[in-house]
C-alpha cells in the first residue's frame, strides 16, 4: 500500500526506518517529503567500529554477484511495491519527464546483470586483487598487493536514479561499508532498492553494510558528527559546484574524497558533416543522440558542437541546414528517450530569445515553445551563457581549425562526440591533453560501455578501494643487522 504522504525511508544495516519523521521540502518545490530526524538516528549510520567487516569477507566473489544477480530481478516495478512508490513520487521530484524517469526504472534491473558486473569489475580493478593477495618477486621480496574494502560515504546526484543503484553495486563488489546520503530530487529511488534488500536478506553483509538516508546538505550539526575518520575513509561526491565544495571542509587526514564534480561535454566535427543533405541528416541525428537524451541533464550530455567548416556566408547557410536537420532529430526522439522539457528554465528562454533579435550572428531553431532550441553561430564565437545551456539546447559553431576547438577544451570538459572517423586518433590524443576525459563516436554518448570504466580523469572504483602492500623478503635478503649491514643500501 502506498504510503500516504512521502517518505524518504531510511534503511539502515538491514532495518527500516520510518519514525520520527520531519518535513523536508524537494528539489524544485514540488513536493515536500516526509523523512527520519536525522539528528535522531545520526550515531546508527555509520559502522560502529572496522573491525565489523570482516564478515565481507566470509564471501566469495561469486557469492556477492549471486546477491546482486538476485536482487535485479527483484526490482522489476510489476513485482516491487517500494518501486512503484518510488516511481510515482519521483515525477515530482525528479528532473526529467514521466516517459524518462519511467525508463530509468524499467531499465534499472539490467544494471544488475551478473557478467555485465563481472567485466566491470575486472576491467576496473582485477578481480584477482578482490579476492586475494596478487604477488610477484621484487627487489629480494615477495611483494603482495590486495585491494580492501573502505568505510565509504557517497553523496549521490539525483539526475538519474540509476546512480543509486551505481553506488550500491560499486559498494558491494568492493566489499565496502556504504552509507548513501540521498538528493532532494532523488529521495525515493535509493531507499527503495534498500527496503528491496532487506526483504532479501535482511542478515546478509551486503544488507548489513549499507546505510541509507536523508539529510539537508550543509547541516554542519550532523555532518560534523558523521564526516569523521573514525567512522569513515573515503567520501564520493557527485553534485554541483556547491555541494562538492561544501564536502572539502571535512576532508582531513584519514578522509580521502573522491569528487565527481560538475563536467560539460562537446562535440567536434569534421567538414564532412555539411557534403550532402544525406549526410546532414545522419550527423543531425548523431548530434541529437548525444545532446537530447534525458533531456540533457547529464554531464555527459554535449552542450557545444564545433563544426570545422569554416565561416564564409555559404558555410554558414549549410550550418543552418544542419541544426534544422539536429532539431528534426530531436523531435523524432522516442519519449522513453527525450521529451519536452518538464520546465524550460525561464532565463535560459530569455537569452534564446534575445539571440533572435541578433541574426546578423546567430540563428535560432525552435525554442518558441519551450522545446529546446538549436543555436547556430555565425562566428566562431560560443554564445555568451554556453555554461547555462540546458533543456535540450545546444549552440552550433563554425571553426576553421581544430586548434580553435581545443582552445575551449578544459578539465571541466568530460565527453567529446567526435566525427568522422578521421578526427579520431588526433583529437583523442589532442583533447586528452587539454583536459577532455571521455572521447566517443559521435551518437554513442549514451548507448555505448556505460560507467563501466574511469570517469571524470579518475578511477571511482579503484580510488574508494585501499590498495595495500605486504613484504616479505627473500632467504638471499641481507638484513639490516649484523657484520654485513654496512653493504646495505636503502632506496626508496
Not at 524518504?8 to 518535513?23: F, K, M, P, Q, W
Given at each position: ?5 512521502p517518505i524518504?525511508y ?15 521540502g524537494g528539489?524544485?518545490?514540488?513536493i515536500?517529503?516526509?523523512?527520519p530526524d ?5 550515531d ?13 569477507y ?41 516517459p ?7 531499465d534499472l534491473?539490467?544494471?544488475?546483470d551478473?557478467?555485465?558486473?563481472r ?21 629480494g ?9 573502505s568505510?565509504?560515504?557517497h ?5 538519474g536514479?540509476?546512480l ?6 560499486r559498494g558491494?563488489?568492493?566489499r ?10 532523488d ?5 527503495a532498492?534498500?527496503?528491496?534488500m532487506?526483504?532479501m536478506?535482511?542478515?546478509?553483509p551486503?544488507?548489513?553494510?549499507l546505510?541509507?538516508a536523508?539529510w539537508?546538505?550543509?547541516d554542519?550539526?550532523?555532518e560534523?558528527r558523521?564526516?569523521?575518520?573514525h567512522n ?12 562538492v565544495?561544501?564536502?572539502?571542509k571535512?576532508?582531513?587526514p584519514?578522509?580521502?574524497l ?16 555539411l557534403?550532402s ?26 552542450r ?5 567548416c ?11 541546414q544542419?541544426?534544422?536537420a ?9 519519449e522513453?528517450?527525450?521529451t519536452?522539457p518538464?520546465?524550460?528554465d ?7 530569445d ?20 538549436i ?9 555568451e ?5 540546458g533543456?535540450r539546447t545546444i549552440n ?22 567526435v566525427w ?22 559521435l551518437g554513442?554518448g ?5 560507467l ?6 579518475i578511477e ?6 585501499k590498495?595495500?602492500v605486504?613484504e616479505?623478503?627473500?632467504?638471499e635478503?641481507?638484513?639490516?643487522w649484523?657484520d ?9
Amino acid at each position: 500500500m502506498m504510503a500516504k504522504r512521502p517518505i524518504s525511508y531510511a534503511v539502515l544495516r538491514g532495518e527500516v526506518v520510518e519514525t520520527d519523521l520531519i518535513e523536508f521540502g524537494g528539489r524544485g518545490g514540488d513536493i515536500t517529503f516526509l523523512a527520519p530526524d536525522p539528528h535522531k538516528i545520526a550515531d546508527r549510520i555509520p559502522l560502529a567500529s572496522p573491525r565489523l567487516m570482516e564478515d565481507m569477507y566470509s564471501i566469495p566473489f561469486d557469492g556477492i554477484l549471486d546477491y546482486l544477480a538476485e536482487l535485479g530481478p527483484r526490482l522489476e516495478l510489476s513485482r516491487n511495491p517500494y518501486m512503484q512508490e518510488a516511481l510515482e513520487y519521483s515525477y515530482d521530484t525528479a528532473p526529467s519527464t514521466k516517459p524518462i524517469v519511467d525508463a530509468f526504472y524499467h531499465d534499472l534491473p539490467f544494471m544488475f546483470d551478473k557478467e555485465r558486473i563481472r567485466k566491470m569489475v575486472d576491467f576496473n580493478i582485477g578481480i584477482d586483487h578482490l579476492e586475494g593477495w596478487v604477488e610477484q618477486q621484487l627487489n629480494g621480496c615477495t611483494v603482495g598487493i590486495r585491494a580492501y574494502g573502505s568505510r565509504q560515504l557517497h553523496i549521490v546526484a539525483g539526475n538519474g536514479p540509476v546512480l543509486g543503484a551505481l553506488t550500491i553495486i560499486r559498494g558491494a563488489v568492493t566489499r565496502g561499508d556504504m552509507i548513501v546520503k540521498v538528493p532532494s530530487n532523488d529521495p525515493f529511488t535509493t531507499g527503495a532498492i534498500a527496503r528491496t534488500m532487506v526483504d532479501m536478506a535482511p542478515d546478509h553483509p551486503i544488507t548489513k553494510h549499507l546505510a541509507v538516508a536523508y539529510w539537508r546538505g550543509g547541516d554542519e550539526a550532523l555532518e560534523s558528527r558523521i564526516y569523521q575518520p573514525h567512522n569513515i575513509e573515503k567520501i564520493c561526491a557527485w553534485g554541483g559546484f556547491a555541494s562538492v565544495k561544501h564536502v572539502t571542509k571535512y576532508i582531513q587526514p584519514g578522509i580521502e574524497l573522491i569528487s565527481l564534480d560538475p563536467k560539460r561535454s562537446a562535440s567536434i566535427i569534421g567538414k564532412e558533416a555539411l557534403e550532402s543533405p544525406e549526410t546532414m541528416a545522419e550527423v543531425g541525428a548523431r548530434i541529437a543522440a548525444d545532446f537530447a537524451p534525458g533531456n540533457q541533464v547529464a554531464c555527459s550530455s554535449s552542450r557545444l558542437v564545433y563544426v570545422m567548416c569554416g565561416t564564409e556566408d555559404e558555410d554558414i547557410e549549410k550550418l543552418k541546414q544542419l541544426g534544422q536537420a539536429t532539431y528534426d532529430a530531436m523531435m523524432s526522439l522516442p519519449e522513453v528517450i527525450s521529451t519536452k522539457p518538464k520546465r524550460y528554465d525561464p532565463d535560459l528562454k530569455r537569452q534564446v530569445d534575445t539571440l533572435r533579435l541578433n541574426d546578423d550572428f546567430y540563428s535560432v531553431i525552435g525554442g518558441q515553445d519551450g522545446e529546446g532550441a538549436i543555436l547556430i553561430s555565425h562566428t566562431s564565437d560560443r554564445v555568451e551563457f554556453w555554461e547555462y545551456l540546458g533543456d535540450r539546447t545546444i549552440n552550433i559553431i563554425p571553426v576553421d581549425t581544430l586548434d580553435e576547438v581545443l582552445d575551449v577544451v578544459d578539465a571541466y570538459t568530460q565527453t567529446v562526440g567526435v566525427w568522422p572517423d578521421n578526427l579520431w586518433d588526433t583529437v583523442r590524443h589532442k583533447g586528452a591533453l587539454h583536459g577532455g576525459q571521455r572521447f566517443v563516436e559521435l551518437g554513442y554518448g549514451f548507448n555505448g560501455a556505460g560507467l563501466v570504466g574511469p570517469q571524470d580523469g579518475i578511477e571511482p572504483m579503484r580510488r574508494i578501494v585501499k590498495w595495500i602492500v605486504s613484504e616479505k623478503p627473500s632467504a638471499e635478503k641481507v638484513p639490516l643487522w649484523g657484520d654485513t649491514a654496512k653493504d646495505v643500501k636503502m632506496l626508496a
